[in-house]
């Protein structure tokens, strides 16, 4: 413990070097010399308190906030002076907030300490003193050698030192870290793989040299030293080689492993780390708005206090007969006596500060959150998967973006890789039902048709294949063809990483298990789409890869199984944007086969069909097709040689080993012979156009940032609808240096401003957004903002983010949204205002790092237009009304923003409907009325201010000429006091208030009725309770029979009627010539004809045409307040909705019928 605690405050860093030194199984050597490193222990603690800190912790934390530290000044100055209220006014809300709070906090802390203990007390098997001892995962450290059976899950990071198979190599799934779902292998070192059992594994004397702690989850670095014989032997460690905690071992009965990493030092724990805070726009103007009614707060004590001491200058007032000032207080200091005033009236005002508006907004927040993932139209079915909320403090924020940033492949496409076409040789070819056709005539071919490609025949035998006599072509191109052929369908079958279905690699041990299995029993899993969709094509074309075995992969051709050593693979990085594979022939010759984007293949090929396939690549592009290039090398033997040697090198380098395997493999990776291109398909997702036409409309700029290439990228934004036929699209692409970059963007600008175009589209690629953003960021940004439509092409992750900060930052400050499906994509969630996550087949890391997580694109304009735009004027009508609502007996004032007002408010920020979802769905220009924060504009905060203080002025001074003077009132002769006549005060302020809480909803159900009219009969029920009994507790006896005498006044309930009419004629008289003379696009909605012989109010209250005349007022009444029944609702929806068919929403309370609307 006090080691841990030095570590917070620095005194002891755990970690002195860069490297850490591990002893396998903890053979420290037995020279005396050797001082072991600290490391933590196995324990997962994601929960934030402890039964010492959770009081002190959680009240600092609930204190940080500034309503909260106000009440409790306000609490403190109630107990030190004399002030005009009761500290339990201020005390007991206070309490009230921060104890709800607590509780809330403190049991989803104790639900996380449940899940730690589960975690950590789960029972493992580690390798000591020479036998397999059982034991629980927190007690695995470093060094320790564990044994993990089938179907188990990882429970640190452990280097794999041998398995059940052979070649020392397992399966695992990293689902539960980023979501893919495909089987990765990973391999041991040659030397542990042999040490099977326990007692093998108890002679190995080892030694592991690894780099510290990241998150990174696919970067590791180290090195093993075994001792042998007296020898050391070095063996490099890399990502193959390490099991991350959380990872579950498929297709293999056992492994043992040395655990590196431990605890909170694993890489599943680093990344699980809490995000930055999002704050949304209504916070912060709820923030502002509590900055100016502290500053009315202490203007009003300072005001009041003046007055006090000019009332005062009189003597007669100044110490009147029935208030006889003490000696202390005559002797006191004046400027005491000043503050000590000014603090009492700040005590007696303070309730204009709504403290229960933070526990309401919390509770609306994450009460309504839930809604969005109980809307059925947000289900899809297909993958059963439903809308997620990871946050609820930004749900009003949907109803604010203004900038919609999206990728292209996952988020608008499917996914889902078709393949289509390739060039191979200069030769493009299409399939179609299974078969191969060439485009035009081959070379020496006399017919000049389309013809079946008949080189394939050798390769498959299979009878939908022409034969060669197809092709006119002499012996020696017909075997230069075959060869061609041969090579780019063996490069595409070999230069992957995909994995046989888990079905068929069960026996993967025995041997070539799979050389009797036919191509359509095979089942392929990769984690790119793009290579499965290769392999099968592959497959179907008779080049069969049938699975990995030890070092080998087999391949199946023309029924003949080949098997080709894997000698090295060097993987695919988004620099390089290439992956390839070094492998022995049968023949023993040595090849490189090389495939990626064609912007990295084609400038390091130095033979094949350069061009033509270029122009086929581009063609591939412009159909909206991905294309990657295949190009191959053959190595001789010297060559094969230096090659090795600089891949060990490297890769057992501890410093700088990523530098030195660039340089390695950009060394290797020279000279190569292209063989072609391959085209697949990734279809649009559905209603992918109507979407992005919508989030048009409603004024939402779509911008679409993708890895993909130019052409690519540009025709599918086409396509989407991202880019219309007749918009103007300027393009800012190849850009070399800055000046020629900063002249582009001079002359965009140019043409900006002189094309008579309605719509400007651009176009800029990674390379030239680099030197953009680099010195013309201004220049840059202007374009952009006068574009209506921006596609941003060979993207890397974290340009992404800079272009949406770059646009978070701007003068105007919009709201910004960005969705994505892959961990590419994280960068740019997180950046953005909103976050959304597409659950994809790229994994799960986009949708856990997001805000919201949804299945498809489309999803997206319910969301906004919907979701968005209830939760925005629902809290924001919540925040307003929370200050026009904010004077005498503690408890009441107590019971008053507590019990007496809270749950209409509360109710109507959970269920306000104030216009039909589905006419806000298929009218996004809605949207418009709510953006930019208008609810909450300072206009629309002072009206409701100004509606507060003009209430509150007819509450106090209508009560005092109404009843102030009058002596007849009572029935027993006696006059109003001041108790009875701030009843009156109090009882005509909370009938106006709830009143004016039912005049803003709109859609009524019986929860509505109940909390509105149920508020006002609680406190006629308690007001009688509390007054007719002598409470003991209590200091005083006040309000002692007070509301007894009220109410059996007839002037009083006339008094109270008539001033509830007076605080809301004006507010209605409003209401009525802004929508009868400036209505806004909703109103307008709201008394749209639905159809030529039904007239419907707000799309939700129907009135036939022959209405009476009793109708036809009752129908004025309901236009005054836009409101109605929705016992008197029916809806049924076209089945030409663009969208959706019907509106299952959970939001949708009414019942659904045709038959009136």
Known sequence: MWRWVRQQLG??????????????????????????????????????????????????????????????????????????????????????????????????????????????????????????????????????????????????????????????????????????TNLKTHVAVPETTVLRTVANLDTLVAVIECQQPE?????????????????????????????????????????FGVAVYTGMETKMALNYKSKSQKRSTVEKSMNTFLIIYLIILISEAIISTILKYTWQTEEKWDEPWYNQKTEHQRNSSKILRFISDFLAFLVLYNFIIPISLYVTVEMQKFLGSFFIGWDLDLYHEESGQKAQVNTSDLNEELGQVEYVFTDKTGTLTENEMQFRECSINGIKYQEING??????????????????????????????????????TSPENETQLIKEHDLFFKAVSLCHTVQISNVQTDGIGDGPWQASLAPSQLEYYASSPDEKALVEAAARIGVVFIGSYEETMEVKILGKLEQYKLLHILEFDSDRRRMSVIVQAPSGEKFLFAKGAESSILPTCIGGEIEKTRIHVDEFALKGLRTLCMAYRQLTS???????????????????????????????????????????????????????????????????????????????????????????????????SDNECAEQLRQLA??????????????????????????????????????????????????????????????????????????????????????????????????????????????????????????????????????????????????????FTSLPILIYSLLEQHINPHVLQNKPTLYRDISKNRQLSMTNFLYWTILGFSHAFIFFFGSYFLMGKDTSLLGNGQMFGNWTFGSLVFTVMLITVTVKMALETHFWTWINHFVTWGSIIFYFVFSLFYGGILWPF????????????????????????????????LDIVKKVFDRHFHPTNTEKAQLTETNSSIKCLDSMCCFSEGETACASVGRMLERVIGRCSPTHVSRLWSASDPFYTNDRSILTLSTMDSSTC
């Not at 035009?440 to 035998?461: C, E, I, R, V």
């Not at 090659?643 to 340089?663: D, G, M, S, V």
């Open 1034 to 1065: 209590s200091d005083s006896q006040n309000m002692y029979f007070v509301f007894f005498q009220l109410l059996s006044s007839g002037s009083v309930w006339f008094a109270i009627i008539l001033m509830v009419v007076m605080c809301l004629f």
């Open 215 to 255: 998150a990174d989850l696919y970067r590791f670095m180290g090195r093993m030293i075994i001792t042998q014989q007296m020898e050391e032997i070095v063996r490099p460690l890399g990502p193959e080689s390490l099991l991350l905690r959380g990872a579950r071992l498929k297709n293999t009965k056992e492994i």
């Open 435 to 472: 078969r191969l056709v060439s485009e035009g005539p081959t070379p020496d071919s006399s017919d000049g048709n389309l013809s079946y490609l008949s080189s394939f025949s050798h390769l498959n035998n299979l009878p939908h294949l022409t034969s060669s006599s197809s092709f006119g």
């Open 750 to 899: 140019r043409r900006i401003t002189e094309d008579h175009v309605i719509q400007h589209g651009l176009v800029v690629d990674g390379t030239s957004l680099s030197l953009a953003l680099r010195e013309h960021e201004k220049l840059f940004m202007d374009v952009c903002r006068n574009c209506s439509a921006v596609l941003c092409c060979r993207m890397a992750p974290l340009q992404k983010a800079k272009v949406i900060r770059l646009i978070k930052i701007s003068p105007e400050k919009p709201i910004t949204l960005a969705v994505g499906d892959g961990a590419n994509d994280v960068s740019m969630i997180q950046e953005a205002h909103v976050g959304i996550g597409i659950m994809g087949k790229e994994g799960r890391q986009a949708a856990r790092n997001s805000d919201y997580a949804i299945a498809r694109f489309k999803f997206l304009s319910k969301l906004l237009f919907v979701h968005g735009h209830f939760y925005y004027i629902r809290i924001a009508t919540l925040v307003q009304y929370f200050f026009y609502k904010t004077l005498y007996d503690s408890v009441y004032l107590t019971l008053y923003n507590i019990c």
């Open 11 to 180: 005194f002891d860093p755990p970690h002195q070097s860069d490297t850490r030194t591990i002893y396998i199984a903890n053979r420290f050597p037995l020279n005396g010399l050797y001082t072991p490193q600290k490391f933590i222990d196995n324990r997962i603690i994601s929960s934030k308190y402890t039964v010492w800190n959770f009081v002190p912790k959680n009240l600092f934390e609930q204190f940080r906030r500034v309503a909260n530290f106000y009440f409790l000044i306000i609490f403190l100055v109630q107990l030190m002076i004399d002030t005009p209220t009761s500290p339990i006014t201020s005390g007991l809300p206070l309490f009230f907030v921060i104890t709800v709070t607590a509780i809330k906090q403190g049991y989803e802390d104790w639900l996380r300490h449940n899940s730690d203990n589960e975690v950590n007390g789960a029972p493992v098997y580690v390798v000591r003193s020479g036998g397999l001892v059982k034991t629980r995962s927190k007690n695995i450290r470093v060094g320790d050698i564990v044994r993990i059976a089938k179907d188990e899950i990882f429970p640190a990071d452990l280097v794999l030192l041998s398995s059940d198979r052979p070649d020392g190599s397992c399966h695992i799934t990293t689902a539960s870290l980023d979501g893919e």
């Open 638 to 736: 010297k060559e094969y040689e230096v090659i090795n040697r600089r891949l060990f090198e490297a890769r057992t380098a501890l410093q700088q080993r990523e530098e030195k395997l660039a340089n390695a493999f950009q060394f290797i990776e020279k000279d190569l012979i292209l063989l072609g291109a391959t085209a697949v398909e990734d279809r649009l997702q559905d209603k992918v156009r109507e979407t992005i036409e919508a989030l048009r409309m409603a004024g939402i700029k779509v911008w679409v940032l993708t890895g993909d290439k130019h052409e690519t990228a540009v025709s599918v934004s086409l396509s989407c609808g991202h880019f219309h036929r007749t918009m103007n699209i300027l393009e800012l692409i190849n850009q070399k």
